[in-house]
């Protein structure tokens, strides 16, 4: 069982941006994804990266956030760019030893991190 920690959440205008860090308690050759979650919305993808470097985004942040993940470090960070109030959520790192088209659903999943919440005002 891998443990994941995630940081970097906070409030920001619209517009503004904000960068979420997760750390993984051991080295970890999973899928690494991002989830998040609005009150009374089911879990949502946002985006994927496989140990390989390939990444996969949900439409709506496609072009706006960038995941990234540094294999050495056992982190995978998720850069948000041009925030919507709409991005507004509780934001899940996660860990799962599948890859696409698997690794955009949440029940892929066996690992997650506590959350972060991610606040857009307008």
């Known amino acids: 069982q891998v443990q994941l920690v995630e940081t970097g959440g906070g409030l920001v205008h619209a517009g503004g941006s904000l960068i979420l860090s997760c750390a993984a308690s051991?080295?970890?050759?999973?899928?690494l994804g991002w989830f998040r979650q609005a009150p009374v919305t089911e879990r949502e993808f946002v985006a994927a990266i496989t140990w390989s470097g390939d990444t996969y985004y949900a439409d709506s942040v496609n072009g706006r956030f960038t995941i990234s993940r540094d294999n050495a470090k056992n982190t995978v960070n998720l850069q948000m760019n041009s925030l919507k109030p709409e991005d507004s959520a509780v934001y899940y790192c996660?860990?799962?030893?599948?890859?696409?088209?698997?690794?955009?659903?949440?029940?892929?999943?066996?690992?997650w991190g506590q959350g972060t919440q991610v606040t857009v005002s307008s």
């Open positions: 996660a860990a799962t030893p599948l890859g696409f088209p698997r690794l955009r659903s949440s029940s892929a999943y066996v690992d």
């Open positions: 051991v080295r970890t050759f999973s899928t």
